[in-house]
């Protein structure tokens, strides 16, 4: 990385949170410092922000077997919001057995999102992540990115860590689900790009999911990541061009409305986990 690579870094976390702003979801899962609240996709479907309290959510899930048998707290609370009921009848609590399907060593986020077996409701995700943060530590987590070719990238979640975790994912069609921006290699000017989209979208859920019908709600699940186990996904990358971030931009975009041919630095995030992931993946990339 360059040398300014720390100035840069500092551009990213600051456009990660003025999104959060723009977009009335907590952008920044991809960005070190900042991350979307799983509250704002409720509100955004129309719904209110979760009414129950996750204060009680106590259990460290690092180190937990995947069963998360021990100690976790009760989700059985009120709704999580006007439009979303629990996902699945079986998934009331934070520590109800996880599914052979929603883990493994390279699980593809668009599979589990269409999983009903996954599925859990906002209330469960909450308590999730709340167990998560407790510490306020960073946690063991590392962001890859691998370029396919055509514009399509390879998304990757890795545990680096030395005891499994259990991450609580969102998903609403209608909300980013990754963030990228890029770095022209010969002025350094940063640049928002639009948001990459998954390559395919995650399939409509099955009639046995409630509030997500057709699709068009929000959706929560979980997954199991080992040590050295990954989440991916393919995305397919966008040339559009939301704003100049470096130098800043007064007013409009002070960008054309996409990238000029050139060399750039990009830089991934994934908001699919609705935790602090680390800084973005990193990838050389040509504009042709």
């Known amino acids: 990385m360059s040398v300014r690579a720390p100035r840069v870094a500092l551009v990213l976390r600051a456009a990660c949170l003025v999104s959060v702003l723009a977009s009335l979801a907590s952008f920044g899962t991809g960005c070190e410092g900042c991350r979307r609240d799983t509250a704002a996709r409720g509100d955004a479907a129309g719904g209110g922000a979760p009414g129950d309290d996750p204060s009680g959510a106590t259990g460290a899930v690092a180190g937990e077997s995947t069963d998360m048998g021990n100690g976790g707290a009760s989700g059985g609370g009120g709704p999580a919001g006007g439009r979303f009921r629990d996902a699945s009848p079986q998934a ?3 520590e109800a057995a996880i599914d052979a399907a929603c883990a493994g060593r390279e699980i593809e986020l668009t599979a589990v999102l269409a999983d009903a077996r996954c599925a859990i409701s906002s209330t469960v995700a909450k308590q999730l992540r709340a167990r998560l943060e407790r510490d306020g530590g960073r946690l063991p987590f590392k962001q890859e990115a691998t370029l396919l070719g055509e514009g399509r990238v390879r998304m990757r979640l890795l545990n680096i860590g030395d005891v499994p975790l259990v991450l609580p994912l969102s998903f609403h069609a209608k909300l980013p689900s990754f963030t990228a921006f890029a770095e022209d290699a010969e002025h350094h000017t940063v640049y928002e790009l639009g948001a990459p989209r998954f390559d395919p979208m995650p399939a409509p859920p099955p ?3 409630p509030g997500a019908a057709g699709g068009n709600g929000p959706r929560f699940a979980r997954i ?14 966008d040339t559009a061009v939301v704003q100049r971030i470096d ?3 007064e007013a409009g975009t002070c960008a054309g409305p996409s990238l000029a041919k050139g060399s750039y630095s990009l830089y991934l995030g994934e908001l699919v986990t609705d935790v602090e992931a680390g800084p ?7 504009v042709p």
Request: charged share 5%.
């Open 224 to 237: 199991s990541l080992a040590p050295g186990a990954a989440a991916s996904a393919v995305v397919v990358i």
């Open 207 to 209: 009639a046995t999911v």
């Open 280 to 286: 973005p993946a990193r990838l050389a990339w040509t």
């Open 247 to 249: 130098p800043p931009c």
């Open 92 to 94: 009331e609590a934070a």
